[in-house]
């Protein structure tokens, strides 16, 4: 039986193709924060290491008539030892470059990579290795991405020791491939990113804007569509009172604008649409 061909989102002068970034299990007490084990598990069964299943969603933009292609996140990508790969549950052989070829999409013909930060389940897929060597994925590519955010990875500004990896970013400082961002900043043809402080300092969103409709690409404001809460916050958060009210603004401005949001690691529905709710707002398939 052939493989499901991955969904396709035509936004007007631009299309979006969802793509298979890979996978990784984390702890669902870290995942979740304050919120006790009775109410996430419900959600988001964990298995005996205390561990919920995650997806590495990315994007791939393209413009009819143009050789312009934007990758929006990389996921975790193949560069991991034997105790990496039992301790996160990857396999390093799927992620996000054989996605793209199964396509028909040669990475070499990237031209833009917009990342939401630089976690290692984000950015891993900018680099990979051939003979030996570490090379970037996207050679022909500018890789968008805030300066703080740059920044911090360089200075490990984090909570977890090894979320940031130096693998992940040297081929690209090598390269030259940079595009650093100091606030919102138009990348591409209808394509802006803003930033939404709070799982990190550089953190940001990536906003798609078609002829007929919008879709945002939220990284880990909200991971899952389990998430959406208020208080629902991980326990990565730098920042989770910034990264709360970052969630509000972008929830209501979706609402409004009736665009999609893409939603980072959710496994079952990654594409949504906002609705208000009572005091907040709830998630439904797309219109």
Same mark, same amino acid.
């Given at each position: 039986?052939?493989?499901?061909?991955? =969904?396709?989102?035509?936004?007007?002068?631009?299309?979006?193709?969802?793509?298979?970034?890979?996978? *990784?299990?984390?702890?669902?007490?870290?995942?979740?924060?304050?919120?006790?084990?009775?109410?996430? =598990?419900?959600?988001?069964?964990?298995?005996?290491?205390?561990?919920?299943?995650?997806?590495?969603?990315? *994007?791939?933009?393209?413009?009819?008539?143009?050789?312009?292609?934007?990758?929006?996140?990389?996921?975790?990508?193949?560069?991991?030892? +034997?105790?990496?790969?039992?301790?996160?549950?990857?396999?390093?052989?799927?992620?996000?470059?054989? +996605?793209?070829?199964?396509?028909?999409?040669?990475?070499?013909?990237?031209?833009?990579?917009?990342?939401?930060?630089?976690?290692?389940?984000?950015?891993?897929?900018?680099?990979?290795? #051939?003979?030996?060597?570490?090379? !970037?994925?996207?050679?022909?590519?500018?890789?968008?991405?805030?300066?703080?955010?740059?920044?911090?990875?360089?200075?490990?500004?984090?909570?977890?020791?090894?979320?940031?990896? !130096?693998?992940?970013?040297?081929?690209?400082?090598?390269?030259?491939?940079?595009? *650093?961002?100091?606030?919102?900043?138009?990348?591409?043809?209808?394509?802006?990113?803003?930033?939404?402080?709070?799982?990190?300092?550089?953190?940001?969103?990536?906003?798609?804007?078609?002829?007929?409709?919008?879709?945002?690409?939220?990284?880990?404001?909200?991971?899952?569509?389990?998430?959406?809460?208020?208080?629902?916050?991980?326990?990565?958060?730098?920042?989770?009172?910034?990264?709360?009210? =970052?969630?509000?603004?972008? *929830?209501?401005?979706?609402?409004? #604008? #009736?665009?999609?949001?893409?939603?980072?690691?959710?496994?079952?529905?990654?594409?949504?649409?906002? #609705?208000?709710?009572?005091?907040?707002?709830?998630? =439904?398939?797309?219109?």
């Amino acid at each position: 039986m052939s493989p499901t061909p991955p =969904s396709r989102y035509d936004l007007g002068n631009c299309t979006v193709t969802l793509l298979d970034g890979g996978s *990784l299990k984390l702890d669902g007490g870290a995942m979740f924060g304050l919120i006790p084990k009775a109410l996430w =598990s419900r959600a988001c069964p964990a298995d005996d290491l205390n561990r919920i299943q995650l997806a590495c969603n990315c *994007l791939l933009v393209e413009w009819p008539g143009t050789d312009r292609r934007l990758v929006i996140e990389t996921g975790h990508g193949p560069k991991y030892a +034997a105790k990496d790969q039992r301790i996160f549950a990857i396999d390093p052989a799927r992620w996000l470059r054989p +996605a793209l070829e199964a396509i028909g999409i040669d990475p070499v013909s990237i031209t833009d990579v917009a990342v939401s930060h630089l976690h290692f389940d984000h950015a891993g897929g900018l680099t990979w290795e #051939r003979d030996g060597r570490l090379i !970037p994925t996207f050679p022909h590519a500018r890789v968008h991405v805030q300066r703080r955010e740059l920044e911090d990875a360089r200075a490990n500004f984090g909570i977890m020791t090894a979320t940031y990896r !130096p693998e992940n970013y040297t081929p690209i400082d090598q390269l030259d491939g940079w595009n *650093l961002l100091d606030g919102p900043a138009p990348i591409a043809p209808g394509v802006r990113c803003l930033p939404t402080p709070g799982h990190t300092r550089g953190h940001q969103s990536i906003l798609v804007e078609g002829a007929d409709r919008a879709l945002l690409f939220a990284g880990d404001l909200m991971p899952t569509r389990h998430h959406l809460g208020a208080a629902y916050n991980m326990s990565y958060d730098l920042f989770p009172l910034h990264n709360r009210r =970052s969630k509000q603004k972008l *929830l209501k401005w979706l609402a409004q #604008r #009736r665009a999609l949001l893409v939603i980072d690691h959710e496994v079952e529905t990654p594409v949504l649409s906002v #609705r208000v709710s009572d005091q907040w707002y709830e998630l =439904s398939s797309p219109d």
